[in-house]
Each structure stands twice: as structure tokens, then as C-alpha cells.
């Protein structure tokens, strides 16, 4: 082999490693679901948020899910929130998934929340039959949990397709927390929801997007 | 095996034994201090409770152990290298000396002499003085300390610590506390997957595993706080499930648990009757 | 090339036919699939992605040609290995049966997954910058460590065996060949589809079990785990291969004059890793295949509520797991107790003594796994026994460590690059051995289990050791495999950068795992984010080392090309008094072995072998 084709085959192999290397990098490595900034709101922010049985789209249309609106009303596939620091954080959750139940109902009680109470429907709670869960809402760094009511199995109109109208059959969950200081805090669900799989935790249950994310508090 | 009569140069095999005992000698000495003297009293995991107090100790001697052996084959090569060197550029073969049996026979059983009372000196501690030291020893504990025991039976999920105190109601809580100077049995167990409930200044550590009860044993020497952390790999939050736990006033634990029976009153209610270990169902739900 | 040279059995027809393969396997699994419960409505099902995986690998063999010659056999036609005759370079691209072939395919392909697990490593250093999740999200994370682990012990375990055990075993024996030469290939052919579908987790979500794959963990990850069980059962199958030929190669194709107390210690070395891969890897195999019907046909052999036990996962894995770690560090052993003669120019000392220490050490790493059982709430009663058991491996290690000493002592040392490798060996395995004290020490042990104080020992023993042996054999070897030398002032570079920044990256992770760092977070207590930066700064200049390694190797093989001597080290060693490079049928006559090669000093010695003996074999006299 002459010189020129020895470097010119080097420059290529190397040209390719960076290439696949920068491929591993953005595609899977960079591919967290992206941030959504919560409206800002009297005091701090609101945070809308719903739950749906199904996403309904690629790439897993089976799986349970949460999903989130911006400021501009718009519904995003993501579980990244950001708020501010030191504020109140004003949520609703629209509540479209049927229930399946705490593994430990002591996630039944509502803990964290201002007045460590929740409202479902417009009546204030602050615990729920744990068999009527169908997901929670909790921040184990911040001490918040919050049980969320399960539409009725035998609800009519019930939503399989992400994003879900308020026309059809759900519970609406509302809560108000404090924040504080600036950080990166894990959120997750504690009941076991994801149909299907082993303890109902596979799948969408270990998955960022789905029933796990991150609350930015900047 | 007669190296001497060999061409191999330098002074004979005693003088070399002697320098290299000297080194190696001063050197244990400094570092068997340096280790017992000034790293000891800070050595993980430190004073809190009598576990951790047996672990440290038993750190500090096998750290102390350890420095003679270290420092034994790293002085022997650290003489080799600037004594047996080639000169440059040459090529001379060394003495084809091809063994010692007695010296063979010296380090075997010499190293044999020191795994065998590492081994008798372990399991005394274990079964004997330390009473288990604070590791989980499953349902039923060899090595059980004397006295009355709090129970406190610890529960991992994914991905979350909570923790049940039978004798209050069964009350569950997100914090763990414990009162001082007193032994407390823990059950640790899991509704899922395999966790391990590290309790690092306290030095405890014990496996949760579904469906089985694993026992251990700790007695918190003064308040304070501790640091708990999941050590065995459990899923996506592994690292987030940690936790901070007290250990309180015998007075203080009482008005903190009964506190905790009012603020949790509602969750308790919907509790499961306690027990050792709750099997999760692991039926796939249909959509 | 013409493109006639394309149709055949060749890499190409077998990666197409692998791709062609999965996607067919999946569309057979789903079918086969259609009514079970287990893999409705989760959007993954595994019984398509393993007939895919299966069907992937069948289309991967058949393309390579493996089942020409059991179909030619069947029709009647005579046995042959022409393959093994053929010249030229593309036979480094397909099926080949010449010992020398499989091992530089090894050593190319190990190096690459090699590499691509570093990289993993610098990444996950990068993340371990912060107290926090910063870089990568805690899935991400996750898979990156047990893309990092799995893939690491995937190629580790074939790290010397496979590049320099297939190259030389066959030759220090004085043989032609392997006994089973297509095994042989088999071994090798089926790394490459193995690093492949692990790598493949990562499109199917990753997976969040690290190497180890605990279950009900496994049961319930996400469709990774599959690529996961597939790859390293692979690697199960390939390990129990390249075991079986190891050992029927060294028991039965030895060279006349070729005793027991003539073989190579390298050669002990592999044959004792063989007898280990050939009991242990069996086990992995199995295991992973209960994790299948768990994850598939809805068994439950691992899940507590259902008959099963977490515990079973855990006794069978560590069964194969320990005994898989000595299958890291024997060759090791070899390796430098090899090396060591040749460059302090002295007989290996207390030979017999180094093959008690090698057999020892393979003997008790069946007796010692639960000591990764010590808190887990199995049965405690057998704890003292195993703390025994695995404080007593310490005893057939300081074997080595006589025999290295010995060997160095009053010897005429030059300090080339195998040889400081060789030397690091020892710095660094003891550091190793030391801490494994604090681990078989139930009472230290409660702190130190499930720690970065673990992950720290055990990196100091496979990557002090067993890497720093890699890099020994590849620095003594490669010359004489490719007939060309290495730059020596970057192979130095490499050297000091390396034992330098190793010990700088893992020295202070026993440190941090004592002060509380559990494994595997990428989430960590804020007080030991200093340890961490040190650790992760030192981690990226250790990976420095690697690439500085990777530019010597390209630019002195395909850039610089300076031809290497026959015997570059003055070795006695048989293999480097063949001519380089070495002739396809290695011998022209069966050589007849005179010594062990290990005769330095010695004042009349004789050749190591009769490459030519004239008449009868002549034992222990002159030679021509």
C-alpha cells in the first residue's frame, strides 16, 4: 500500500469512529426527554399535568404515561418540569387511567402539600382508599406524595390516546407545594401501574418520559 | 543451589537479607503506626454505634495487617530494581538458580499461618465479640446481642426507604429514628426487587430481598444523624434512594414516634397487618 | 476487489444474512408469541427479539460457512481443512481454521470492544463529575455502566486466551494446530455477534442491571436485558469452547520430550483458566437460560411470590461469577511468570511451586461465592466457612508473588516494556489481594460490601492485573504475531501513563467507597464530590494512556512498519525460534522438546526444542 492510501484508510477509520461515536453520543445519550417550563402563576408557577392508560403513539403505544401542557396550552410527552425556586407550584392533574392499586399503602396519604391535603373532583382530601390509586405523584427528596384517584373501571368515554380532552372520563387532582432550593429532584409513581409486566414496574415504570422525570427547580 | 559460586556479582545472599530486613522493618513500623496512631481514630465507619465501633477496630487491624505484606513485596521489588539491573546494552544471563525449597516451605507455611488466625480471628468476631456486626444474617441470627431490642422492621421499594415499628400500631414512616444507647433489631425486607439498606455511619448493612426477613443488629452509642443509601443495584433511582436517619434521646424517640402515629394515622389505617416479609404479587395485570 | 470475491461465505454474506435473520427471528416470535399473556400490551415482546437474536446468529454461521463442512460430512464427502492452507489477508476476514488467524482475529476484536467499554467508563466518569444527574439521565446512566461492566467481562474473559492462547498454545506445545480447529473458530466467531447484540441494548432502552444482572431485577427491565441474557450466553457458550479445546490441545497434542514439568508456565495458565471456563461457564449458560423462561414463558424461578427465589439468581450467578473472576487473573499469572524469566534472565523460580499456586487458585474459586452473599440474609450459618475458604485463595497467590520475587532476585534485569507491565502486575495485584482481605472479612465487609471499596478491588485485580498483563503480552507478543515492532518511546509513554493514572483513579475509590459511596449511583453524598473530581480527572488522562496505546499500535503496524527480529527478547521461549513470520504449519517436523524454556545461566544448556531432530528424539542431549 503507498503512503497516500495508508493515511487516507487511518483518516477514514478514524473519520468513522468519531462518526459512530458522536452517533452513540446524540443518539442515545443525548436523548432525554427534553424540559418543560411550568406557567407562571400568582406567587410561583402552575404545573397541568395528565396521566393516560395508553400513550397511544409510537414508540410504545401500550404504555402508561405522564404527559404535560406549557404555558401555551400545548400537551408535551415529557417528564422534565421546571419551576421556580422558593415559590408555591400550583398543580392539576388530569387523571385519565383506571386504578390499580398501592403495592404499600403508605403512599395512600397525602404528605408535602400545602395543608398536606389535595382536592379531587373540587373535594379536599388528605388520603385515599389505596386500592383506588391509580398513580402517585411523589418527590421522596422534597417529602411530597400524593395518591391519585383511578377513573372507574367501568367508566364510559374512557381515553387511549395521548393527549386526552378534558370530555373524556377522568378525576381532576389538584395540590399546591412550597419549593426550595435550587437542585435537580427525581419524581416518580409508586404504584405499580405498568400493565403487563413483572410487579407492574417494567417498562414505562423504570423509564424517563413516562411515569418517571425530573422537577428542575431553577 | 549454591548462588554464590555463580558469576552473578554483588555481595553475598545474607548482606542483601539484612539491608532488605532494615528497610522493610522501618518501614512496618512507620506505616503500622501511621495506621493504628493517626489514621485509626478516623477510620470509616467511625464511632457511632458499637457496630460500627467493632468494624472500625477490625479495620484499623487488618489495615495494620495489611502494611507489613505491602510494604514486604513492594520493598523486595523496589531493592531488585536498583540492585539486579542489566547494565545497557548488555545481555548476562543471572544464576539459573530454580528454587529454595526451605524458603518455599517457610512462605507457605507462614502464609498459611497468617490466613488461618485471619480466618479464627474473623469468625471470632463475627459469632463472638461483635455479635454480627451489623450485617444482615437473615431470619434467623447466629449472633445475637443480649438485652431488650426496639424492633424496626425496614421496607425497601422502588425506589424508597419506609420504615415499620410494630411495636407502636405498626405505624409506618419515611424517616428512620432510633433511640440511643438502646439495641434495635432490624427486619429489613423488600415488596419488590433485591435493595440493601445501608446505614454507612452506623455500619449497617443488610440485603432487602422479597419474600425473605433479614436480621440485623445495631446499638447507636449517642444522638445524631446517619446517612442511608441503597447498595445493591435496584432499578433506575438506585442512587436517588437514600434517606437521612436520627438517633434520638430515649425520651425524644418517644415523643417523635408518637408524633409520627398522629401524622400518619391516615396511611396506618390502610396498612396490611404487620409481618416479617409481604410476598409483592407479581401477577401481570391485563391492560 | 472484484465483486465476484463478494459472493460466498464471507463476512459479508453473514452480516447479511444476520440482519436478514433477526427480522425474519422476529417475525417468528411474534408469531410463536401471539397468545401469550406475558407479552401482551408491553410494547416489547422478548419471545420475538430472542428468536430474532437466534435467527441473527444462525444467519451469522451460515454466512460464515460453518455448516459446509457437518453438511459435507453428512453427503459423505472427506473431511479437510483447506481453509487452514490458505494464504493472503482475506482469510483475517472469514471463517479460517489456522490458529495464528483466530488469535489476531481475537486480538482485533477484543481490543475494539475493549475500547468501546472505555469509552463507557470515561462517560460515566464524566457523569460522577457531579454530586447529581447532569450529563445523562438515570437510565442512561444505568446502561452505561452495564454496557461498561457486562462488555468488559465479555472481553476479558477472552482477553489472553483468546489473542495469545490460540496463537502460542498450539506452538509452546510443539503442535500444528488446535485439536478442534473449527471449534476454535467457532469460539471466535461467536465474540463479534456477542459485543454486537450487546451493544444493541441500547436501542432496546438498556438495561439497568450492571454485569451482574440480579434478579428480579432482570425480570422486570426493559427489552435490554434481552441483548443482555443473549450476549453473555454467548460468551458462555464460546468461553466453554475455547475451554475444551484449550484442554484437549495441551492433554493430547504435546510434542515428544514435552512433560509435565516442560510446559510452559503460560501454558498452565491457560490450561488451568480452560478447566475453570469448561466447569463454570456451563453454569452462566444456564442461568441466563432460567432468566429467558422467566422473561418469555412466564416461569418463575427467580421471583419470591411465585416458588421461586431471588436467591437462586444470586448462588448461581456468583457460582460461575467467582470462579470467572480467577478466569480473568490466571492468564495473568501466566503471562507475567512467562515474562519475567526472559527479562531478568534468570529460570522461572520454584516452577512446581507457581503450577500449585495456579491449581490452588482454580481448586478453591469453586468453594468461595458467597462471600458476595455475606449480608444478603441467606443463611448465615455458613459464613465463617466461606470467610475461610476465600481468606485461604490468599495462600495459593502468594504463590506467585514467591515465585515472582524469586525469579527477579539476584536476576540481570532489563527494564523493557513487557517487563514493566509484568512488574505493575505485581505492585497492583497486591494492592488488589490486600483489599480482597477487608471483603472476605464478614465484620468489614457489613461497610465495605456494595461500595466503591468493591469496585475499586476488583479493578485493581482485573484492570492492575489482568489488563496490565494484556498489555505485557501484547507488547512481548504482537511483534512476533505481526513481524513487526512497536514504537518503544510511545509503548513508554503508554506504560508510565498508564500505571500512573490507574493507581491515581482507583486508590482513592477504596477511599470513597469506605466513606460511604455505594455502586452504581450516579447520584452521590455532596461531601465526596472531591474524591470524584480527582478520580474522574485521573480516569480521563488513564484513558489518555488507552488512545496513546491505540496510536502506537496504527502508527507502528500499518504506518511505520519496522520489520521485527525473529527473537526480539533473546527469549528461550520455542515460539521465537520459529522464524517470524511464523509458517502456517508452524513446525516442519514435529519437534522434540530438550528443556523447559527457562534454561537462563544455565552453562551448556540445550536448545528449548529439536526443531529438526535428525533421528530418534534425543532427551536432554545436543541437538543439531
Not at chain 3, 444467519?59 to 494464504?87: C, T, V
Not at chain 3, 511483534?479 to 493507581?503: C, D, R
Amino acid at each position: 500500500m503507498s503512503v497516500g492510501a495508508k493515511a487516507l484508510a487511518i483518516g477514514c477509520a478514524t473519520a468513522l469512529a468519531i462518526v459512530l461515536v458522536a452517533l452513540y453520543i446524540v443518539d442515545f445519550l443525548a436523548a432525554t426527554p427534553s424540559t418543560v417550563k411550568a406557567a407562571s402563576a400568582p406567587g410561583g408557577a402552575r404545573l397541568t399535568l395528565q396521566t393516560v392508560a395508553s400513550y397511544g403513539h409510537s414508540p410504545h403505544p401500550d404504555w402508561v404515561s405522564y404527559l404535560v401542557q406549557d404555558g401555551g396550552g400545548k400537551w408535551h410527552h415529557t417528564t422534565v418540569f421546571k419551576v421556580p425556586a422558593h415559590s408555591l407550584v400550583h398543580v392539576t392533574i388530569y387523571q385519565y387511567d383506571t386504578a390499580t392499586g398501592l403495592r404499600n399503602p403508605f403512599w395512600s396519604q397525602v404528605r408535602g402539600t400545602v395543608g398536606g391535603s389535595m382536592t379531587v373532583d373540587g373535594k379536599t382530601m388528605n388520603a385515599l382508599n389505596p386500592d383506588l390509586a391509580s398513580h402517585t405523584f411523589a418527590i421522596p427528596d422534597m417529602g411530597i406524595s400524593v395518591p391519585l384517584k383511578g377513573v372507574a373501571d367501568d367508566a364510559k368515554n374512557q381515553c387511549s390516546v395521548a393527549p386526552c380532552p378534558l370530555s373524556q372520563a377522568h378525576t381532576t387532582v389538584t395540590f399546591t407545594f412550597r419549593t426550595g432550593k435550587p437542585g435537580k429532584y427525581r419524581w416518580q409513581c409508586f404504584v405499580p401501574c405498568a400493565a403487563s409486566f413483572i410487579f407492574g414496574n417494567g417498562g414505562p415504570m423504570q423509564s424517563p418520559g413516562w411515569m418517571d422525570g425530573y422537577l428542575v427547580v431553577a | 543451589m549454591a548462588s554464590e559460586a555463580l558469576p552473578s556479582g554483588g555481595p553475598p545472599e545474607r548482606v542483601h537479607g539484612r539491608r532488605l530486613f532494615v528497610i522493610w522493618a522501618a518501614l512496618t513500623v512507620v506505616g503500622v503506626l501511621l495506621i493504628v496512631f493517626v489514621a485509626g481514630p478516623h477510620m470509616p465507619p467511625g464511632n457511632f454505634s458499637q457496630e460500627a465501633r467493632d468494624q472500625r477496630h477490625i479495620n484499623i487491624l487488618l489495615a495494620a495487617l495489611a502494611v507489613p505484606v505491602l510494604f514486604g513485596v513492594w520493598t523486595c521489588l523496589a531493592y531488585i530494581f536498583t540492585t539486579f539491573r542489566q547494565g545497557e546494552g548488555e545481555l548476562q544471563d543471572g544464576p539459573p538458580v530454580r528454587g529454595h525449597p526451605r524458603l518455599q516451605v517457610v512462605w507457605v507455611v507462614a502464609t498459611a499461618a497468617i490466613v488461618l488466625s485471619l480466618g479464627a480471628f474473623g469468625t471470632e468476631e463475627l459469632l463472638g465479640s461483635a455479635k454480627g456486626a451489623g450485617g444482615g444474617q437473615g431470619p434467623d441470627p447466629l449472633a445475637v446481642p443480649a438485652g431488650q431490642k426496639v424492633q424496626v422492621q425496614v421496607i425497601g421499594q422502588q425506589w424508597a426507604w419506609t420504615f415499620r415499628y410494630p411495636a407502636y400500631g405498626g405505624v409506618e414512616t419515611s424517616q428512620l429514628a432510633l433511640p440511643e444507647g438502646q439495641t434495635t433489631e432490624l427486619h429489613v425486607t423488600s415488596l419488590d426487587v433485591s435493595h440493601s439498606f445501608w446505614a454507612i455511619q452506623l455500619g449497617v448493612k443488610a440485603d432487602a430481598i422479597p419474600g425473605n426477613d433479614n436480621v440485623a443488629f445495631v446499638t447507636p452509642r449517642h444522638t445524631g444523624s446517619f446517612e442511608i443509601r441503597c447498595a445493591e443495584l435496584c432499578g433506575l433511582w438506585h442512587g436517588h434512594m437514600h434517606n437521612t436517619g436520627v438517633v434520638m434521646t430515649q425520651a425524644g424517640f418517644a415523643a417523635w414516634i408518637k408524633q409520627q402515629q398522629a401524622a400518619n394515622a391516615p396511611a396506618t389505617k390502610t396498612l396490611p397487618p404487620y409481618s416479617t416479609h409481604y410476598f409483592p404479587d407479581p401477577i401481570r395485570r391485563a391492560g | 476487489m472484484r465483486p465476484r470475491r463478494l459472493v460466498g461465505f464471507n463476512l459479508l454474506s453473514a452480516t447479511l444474512l444476520g440482519v436478514g435473520g433477526y427480522f425474519l427471528g422476529h417475525w417468528v416470535g411474534t408469531r410463536l408469541s401471539a397468545g401469550m399473556d406475558s407479552q401482551i400490551g408491553t410494547d416489547q415482546n422478548d419471545v420475538a427479539i430472542f428468536m430474532g437474536f437466534l435467527f441473527a446468529l444462525l444467519g451469522w454461521l451460515i454466512g460464515l460457512g460453518f455448516f459446509n463442512y457437518p453438511l459435507a460430512r453428512m453427503m459423505g464427502r472427506p473431511p479437510s481443512l483447506r481453509e487452514k492452507e490458505e494464504a493472503g489477508s482475506g482469510r483475517y476476514f472469514r471463517l479460517c481454521t489456522d490458529h495464528k488467524v483466530v488469535g489476531l482475529q481475537y486480538f482485533v476484536t477484543v481490543l475494539l470492544f475493549f475500547m468501546i467499554a472505555g469509552l463507557n467508563a470515561m462517560f460515566i466518569r464524566a457523569e460522577l463529575l457531579t454530586p447529581n444527574e447532569t450529563l445523562w439521565n438515570a437510565n442512561q446512566y444505568l446502561s452505561l455502566v452495564s454496557l461498561h461492566g457486562t462488555m468488559m467481562l465479555m472481553m476479558t474473559s477472552a482477553a489472553i486466551l483468546g489473542p495469545f492462547g490460540n496463537y502460542f498454545v498450539p506452538i509452546m506445545i510443539g503442535a500444528r494446530r488446535m485439536a478442534f480447529p473449527r471449534l476454535e473458530a467457532l469460539s471466535f466467531w461467536l465474540v463479534p455477534p456477542a459485543g454486537l447484540i450487546l451493544l444493541s441494548a441500547v436501542a432496546l432502552g438498556g438495561f439497568p442491571t450492571g454485569w451482574t444482572g440480579y434478579a428480579p431485577l432482570a425480570n422486570e427491565a426493559r427489552a435490554g436485558m434481552d441483548a443482555y441474557i443473549f450476549a453473555f450466553g454467548l460468551i458462555g457458550l464460546s468461553m466453554t469452547i475455547v475451554g475444551a479445546n484449550m484442554i484437549a490441545t495441551v492433554l493430547t497434542m504435546r510434542a515428544p520430550g514435552l512433560t509435565w514439568n516442560r510446559l510452559p508456565i503460560f501454558v498452565w495458565g491457560v490450561l488451568c483458566t480452560s478447566m475453570l471456563m469448561v466447569l463454570a461457564a456451563p453454569v452462566l449458560f444456564s442461568t441466563l437460560a432460567m432468566l429467558t423462561l422467566d422473561r418469555t414463558a412466564d416461569t418463575s424461578f427467580f421471583l419470591a411470590s411465585a416458588g421461586g427465589s431471588p436467591f437462586l439468581w444470586d448462588n448461581l450467578f456468583w457460582f460461575f461469577g467467582h470462579p470467572e473472576v480467577y478466569i480473568l487473573a490466571l492468564p495473568g499469572f501466566g503471562v507475567v511468570l512467562e515474562i519475567l524469566p526472559v527479562f531478568a534472565r534468570k529460570p522461572l523460580w520454584g516452577y512446581r511451586l507457581a503450577v500449585a499456586g495456579m491449581v490452588g487458585v482454580a481448586v478453591l474459586s469453586f468453594m468461595v461465592w458467597q462471600h458476595h452473599l455475606f449480608v444478603s440474609g441467606i443463611n448465615a450459618d455458613l459464613r465463617p466457612f466461606y470467610m475461610l475458604t476465600t481468606e485461604l485463595i490468599s495462600i495459593p497467590t502468594g504463590f506467585i508473588f514467591l515465585n515472582g520475587l524469586g525469579t527477579l532476585w539476584r536476576g540481570r534485569i532489563r527494564f523493557t516494556v513487557p517487563m514493566l507491565f509484568a512488574l505493575a502486575f505485581f505492585s497492583n495485584f497486591l494492592i488488589g489481594g490486600l483489599s480482597g482481605v477487608f471483603l472476605s472479612d464478614v465484620p468489614s465487609d457489613v461497610s465495605t460490601h456494595g461500595s466503591y471499596f468493591v469496585m475499586a478491588h476488583f479493578h485493581y485485580t482485573i484492570m492492575g492485573g489482568l489488563v496490565f498483563a494484556l498489555f505485557a503480552a501484547t507488547y512481548y507478543w504482537l511483534p512476533k504475531m505481526t513481524g513487526l515492532q512497536f514504537n518503544e518511546m510511545l509503548a513508554k509513554v503508554h506504560f508510565w501513563m498508564m500505571f500512573v493514572f490507574f493507581n491515581f483513579t482507583f486508590a482513592p475509590l477504596f477511599a470513597a467507597g469506605m466513606l460511604g459511596m455505594p455502586r452504581r449511583v450516579s447520584v452521590y453524598a455532596p461531601r465526596l464530590q472531591g474524591i470524584n473530581i480527582f478520580v474522574s480527572s485521573s480516569a480521563f488522562l488513564l484513558g489518555v494512556s488507552m488512545l496513546i496505546f491505540l496510536i502506537n499500535l496504527v502508527y507502528s503496524m500499518v504506518i511505520a512498519r519496522v520489520p521485527a527480529e525473529a527473537n526480539p527478547w533473546a527469549s528461550r521461549g520455542i515460539e521465537f525460534q520459529l522464524p517470524t513470520p511464523v509458517p502456517v504449519t508452524n513446525f516442519e517436523t514435529t519437534p522434540v522438546i530438550q528443556s523447559d524454556p527457562y534454561d537462563y545461566g544455565v552453562p551448556d544448556a540445550v536448545p528449548v526444542a529439536a526443531l529438526k531432530p535428525v533421528a530418534a528424539p534425543v532427551v536432554g542431549g545436543g541437538s543439531t
